[in-house]
């Protein structure tokens, strides 16, 4: 049966294809598989969370106290034997996605490797990371603590803030004016259906892209191969998926799999007791490091009320609608905005290998000044704390990242002035 199965899906020419697909060797390359280990990781622990998790506001009795249904279940789960851990795993695990989207990100920024034809992966990429903030914002809400509760008021204030349609836009995602019983249900079909199924279905076109299309390489490889050999095909130069890639990911999970318990065991995330149900009390809220520097954006923005045909636009809409967008779409753009200024088209070069990050120190002082401006603006989420004065938080703001960034293209092209770019060449898969 099974040979008669091989014979009608033709199995084996499929899997012998996938055995043959060639993977890098350099380890920055399995930035993506520990991206997918760890979403993994949280819809398994997600799942689990789900059993347990009531979606409603609705007021329970526990103990003698009322509280709300949703809150009420995460106390039920904290108590379980391995309740705790679970949410924990949950929780580092979005984090280690997202850090690791955003290393990936920046590794194919400065490498070039978003260039055409992978310049649709790169716009992919732009937009599972998005998602997966999304998803990590929407999630904010579900213990429905007072912690929860006010940080995403936050949110509904931004989304409120929209000249026009702000309030219609912030009944359509919060399901009415916030608080309100029905926001809790809807982000937790947003956290744990829309949003993932969105996620499922980008990663899906992203691996099947990188199949197509298959991965860049350091033409330094290949250099020194046909300095070896004396002469190479063309292609890609690694080893095949099976089983030395198989045996390479294994590994990769184990390692996610352990550190990401490890964090779980020792470190704690959002005690919901502490901050209890939600009350008349507003808690001092920090979001987590994806979200700061728009915190710290929102709370460095000087006082602005431009009222334009009915419409008011004021600083919470700029600090926390148009930066983001324009940063949001400044990311997308790379692959546009590189070719418009290098002229480059699709050739044997720029199909297959990466540039090294000095050969191109405009690229690479733009990506560390934008890193510069993500720090300062996280910064500025703390700067009353620091005791920074508010004005000369927002001069660091404007004038830190050009410095950083021009210091980094002077440096690098002093330094590396000299340097003579790795000639490219390649090796062919072998079928």
Do not use: C
């Not at 580092?92 to 290393?103: D, E, G, K, P």
């Not at 429905?144 to 912030?170: H, K, R």
């Not at 009915?310 to 949001?328: D, N, Q, S, W």
């Amino acid at each position: 049966m099974a040979d008669g199965g091989d014979s009608r899906l033709d199995l084996d020419r499929l899997f012998g294809h996938f055995e043959r697909k060639v993977f890098p060797l350099h380890g920055t390359f399995l930035l993506g598989e520990l991206a997918l280990f760890s979403f993994t990781g949280i819809v398994a622990t997600g799942i689990f969370l789900g059993l347990f998790y009531e979606p409603s506001t609705t007021t329970v009795t526990v103990n003698g106290e009322e509280l709300p249904a949703a809150y009420a279940s995460v106390l039920q789960l904290n108590g379980l034997a391995i309740g705790q851990l679970v949410r924990r795993i949950h929780h580092w695990s979005a984090h280690i996605m997202l850090a690791t989207l955003v290393v990936h990100m920046a590794r194919v920024y400065v490498t070039g490797a978003y260039r055409e034809p992978r310049d649709i992966n790169w716009l992919i990429g732009t937009g599972l990371l998005g998602l997966t903030v999304l998803a990590a914002f929407v999630g904010y809400l579900l213990p429905f603590d007072q912690f929860a509760v006010t940080a995403t008021a936050i949110g509904y204030q931004i989304a409120t803030s929209v000249p026009w349609v702000g309030q219609d836009l912030a009944n359509l995602v919060f399901a009415g004016p916030f608080p309100n019983p029905q926001t809790v249900p809807r982000f937790y079909t947003l956290h744990i259906l829309l949003i993932p199924a969105a996620l499922v279905g980008l990663i899906s076109v992203h691996l099947l892209l990188i199949l197509k299309i298959k991965h860049t390489q350091d033409p330094g490889i290949t250099g020194r191969l046909k300095q070896q050999a004396g002469s190479v095909k063309k292609g890609l130069v690694g080893i095949p998926m099976w089983p030395e890639q198989v045996v390479v990911m294994i590994g990769v999970f184990f390692a996610y799999a352990t550190g990401v318990t490890l964090l779980a065991a020792f470190v704690p995330v959002h005690p919901i007791e502490v901050y209890g149900p939600p009350g008349g009390s507003t808690p001092a809220v920090k979001p987590d490091w994806y979200l700061l520097w728009v915190y710290g954006i929102l709370r460095v923005m000087p006082p602005v009320d431009v009222t334009i045909f009915g419409g008011t636009i004021g600083a919470r809409f700029l600090a926390g609608v148009v930066v983001p967008g324009v940063v949001g779409g400044a990311i997308a753009s790379v692959p546009i905005v590189d070719k418009l200024v290098t002229g480059s088209e699709v050739d044997d070069r720029d199909y297959t290998s990466i540039e090294h990050p000095f050969d191109r120190p405009g690229r690479t002082a733009i990506g560390i000044g934008a890193a510069a401006f993500f720090v300062v603006t996280a910064v500025a989420g703390y700067y009353t704390e620091l005791g920074i004065p508010g004005n000369t938080m927002r001069a660091l703001i404007v004038f830190v990242p050009p410095a950083v960034g021009l210091v980094a293209y002077l440096g690098i092209k002093e330094r590396f002035a000299t340097r003579t770019p790795e000639t490219p060449s390649t090796v062919e898969e072998e079928h």
